[in-house]
């Protein structure tokens, strides 16, 4: 990029770079935050000359600062953000320039301190559903404590009952919360029936009811502090917005997320616990056979160590003489190494951990 700029003869040179990548179906279902980290990630991987000799600044509407220094972040993001905490990269939100000229200007002046306001600790969220003739979308918005929001527009394809729907935007906002981390959440919504079931104020006899209030009751687990209150619909006008662009399949405005449902969360939330299956026989006739119980625990104390093959390899060079299983332990070993007789696998962030057995993980 060349531009004029005052103080110099001549016009400065400024390199632009445009960096894109096509996304994987499996990076396509990452949560929208995570999609705007890991393009941070994918950045600092291309142009890592300037990453490393520059402090950056990055500019985004998103709380990413929040994101990438959340203490409890798990999984890929911490991945991300151990590999970038050695660079220095501040965060700031977009301004507008003749805005801030006058607030600088200001603060230059102003001869009395103004007392700094306290930001709230918690998170902030409002949801809302909206069912129509032609189909049913939800709207969530989350409000960090320093004032940062992320709007979500719910697009629902499937037969629900409006207060199914209101249930759908309550799921998934708690869902997004526990994937930034949030600790404690402030929730308003103007549904009455959502608000007094999941608040014990109400008797619940719709079964499906039941199952949504469930699902709630065990997604409070993942907060240290959760309260959910009733508003009017005119406060609560963002999500109701938001709600019925989505039931109207209206084109989604700038800096909203748009997540299509094609099922209830109820039956495919990855927060919620699997309920423990059977163990042992279904036939009580079976049960009073005590040989053959004994006999599958002595052949599991037998079984030999997974490591093993691993080991042969990377010491020994031998490999089994299936042609299928030898290839397949070729092609597994390489993230594995030896430390004296131990085996040991190398992370993502290049930490080598002990292999263990099943018995020593118990």
């Given at each position: 990029?060349?531009?004029?700029?005052?103080?110099?003869?001549?016009?400065?040179?400024?390199?632009?770079?445009?960096?894109?990548?096509?996304?994987?179906?499996?990076?396509?279902?990452?949560?929208?935050?995570?999609?705007?980290?890991?393009?941070?990630?994918?950045?600092?991987?291309?142009?890592?000359?300037?990453?490393?000799?520059?402090?950056?600044?990055?500019?985004?509407?998103?709380?990413?600062?929040?994101?990438?220094?959340?203490?409890?972040?798990?999984?890929?993001?911490?991945?991300?953000?151990?590999?970038?905490?050695?660079?220095?990269?501040?965060?700031?939100?977009?301004?507008?320039?003749?805005?801030?000229?006058?607030?600088?200007?200001?603060?230059?002046?102003?001869?009395?301190?103004?007392?700094?306001?306290?930001?709230?600790?918690?998170?902030?969220?409002?949801?809302?559903?909206?069912?129509?003739?032609?189909?049913?979308?939800?709207?969530?918005?989350?409000?960090?404590?320093?004032?940062?929001?992320?709007?979500?527009?719910?697009?629902?394809?499937?037969?629900?009952?409006?207060?199914?729907?209101e249930y759908e935007a309550l799921?998934?906002?708690?869902?997004?919360?526990?994937?930034?981390?949030?600790?404690?959440?402030?929730?308003?919504?103007?549904?009455?029936?959502?608000?007094?079931?999941?608040?014990?104020?109400?008797?619940?006899?719709?079964?499906?009811?039941?199952?949504?209030?469930?699902?709630?009751?065990?997604?409070?687990?993942?907060?240290?502090?959760?309260?959910?209150?009733?508003?009017?619909?005119?406060?609560?006008?963002?999500?109701?917005?938001?709600?019925?662009?989505?039931?109207?399949?209206?084109?989604?405005?700038?800096?909203?997320?748009?997540?299509?449902?094609?099922?209830?969360?109820?039956?495919?939330?990855?927060?919620?616990?699997?309920?423990?299956?059977?163990?042992?026989?279904?036939?009580?006739?079976?049960?009073?056979?005590?040989?053959?119980?004994?006999?599958?625990?002595?052949?599991?104390?037998?079984?030999?160590?997974?490591?093993?093959?691993?080991?042969?390899?990377?010491?020994?060079?031998?490999?089994?003489?299936?042609?299928?299983?030898?290839?397949?332990?070729?092609?597994?070993?390489?993230?594995?190494?030896?430390?004296?007789?131990?085996?040991?696998?190398?992370?993502?962030?290049?930490?080598?951990?002990?292999?263990?057995?099943p018995k020593e993980g118990q």
């Open positions: 990029m060349e531009r004029e700029e005052q103080g110099k003869a001549f016009k400065l040179r400024r390199p632009v770079y445009y960096i894109s990548e096509v996304l994987t179906p499996s990076k396509k279902r990452y949560p929208h935050y995570q999609k705007l980290v890991y393009g941070i990630y994918l950045t600092a991987k291309k142009v890592a000359h300037y990453f490393q000799e520059h402090s950056v600044i990055v500019i985004s509407d998103a709380p990413l600062s929040e994101n990438m220094n959340n203490r409890d972040a798990i999984g890929r993001v911490a991945k991300w953000d151990i590999e970038l905490l050695p660079l220095d990269i501040k965060f700031e939100s977009k301004k507008a320039i003749k805005s801030q000229a006058l607030v600088d200007f200001l603060a230059e002046w102003m001869e009395q301190e103004q007392p700094v306001p306290r930001l709230p600790e918690h998170w902030t969220m409002f949801f809302d559903g909206s069912k129509m003739l032609h189909g049913s979308g939800a709207g969530v918005v989350l409000v960090s404590p320093k004032g940062g929001q992320l709007s979500y527009v719910l697009q629902i394809h499937f037969d629900s009952s409006n207060n199914e729907v799921l998934y906002g708690l869902r997004m919360a526990i994937s930034l981390g949030t600790r404690r959440l402030m929730i308003y919504g103007d549904s009455d029936l959502v608000v007094n079931q999941v608040m014990k104020e109400w008797d619940i006899r719709s079964t499906a009811m039941i199952g949504y209030c469930n699902v709630v009751r065990k997604l409070e687990k993942h907060f240290e502090g959760l309260e959910l209150h009733h508003v009017p619909r005119l406060k609560n006008q963002a999500a109701d917005d938001l709600a019925k662009i989505g039931s109207t399949q209206k084109a989604v405005p700038k800096n909203v997320f748009l997540e299509h449902l094609h099922s209830p969360m109820i039956k495919e939330d990855p927060f919620v616990d699997e309920p423990p299956q059977p163990v042992g026989p279904s036939d009580t006739n079976e049960v009073d056979i005590p040989a053959v119980i004994d006999l599958v625990q002595e052949i599991l104390v037998i079984t030999s160590e997974w490591t093993e093959p691993y080991l042969a390899y990377l010491l020994m060079q031998e490999l089994p003489e299936d042609e299928a299983e030898a290839s397949q332990i070729v092609h597994r070993s390489k993230p594995f190494t030896v430390m004296g007789d131990q085996l040991y696998k190398k992370n993502t962030t290049g930490v080598a951990q002990r292999c263990i057995s």
